[in-house]
């Protein structure tokens, strides 16, 4: 018999994006494009901190 939670494995998966995102600096590693005078690197930094807590926030209802 399968449990509920044993179901309900793959949403797991998808906190991989923002590790594989923030893991690989040759994606980030560049000063242009500025968003309003913040270099490239600070702001990806900055917005896959929020879109990591999104992808958490998603697979924790997921996984409910």
């Known amino acids: 018999m ?3 939670t044993e179901k309900r494995r ?3 998966l998808l906190l ?3 590790f594989i995102a ?3 600096p040759f994606l980030y590693n560049s000063y242009q494009p ?3 005078g913040i270099p490239f690197f600070y702001w990806y930094q900055l917005l896959w901190t929020i879109l990591g807590a999104l992808v ?3 697979v924790y209802w ?3």
């Open 2 to 4: 399968v449990t509920r």
């Open 10 to 12: 793959w949403p797991l």
């Open 16 to 18: 991989i994006i923002p």
């Open 22 to 24: 923030t893991l690989l």
């Open 34 to 36: 500025e968003f309003i």
């Open 56 to 58: 958490t926030a998603i």
């Open 62 to 64: 997921l996984r409910g």
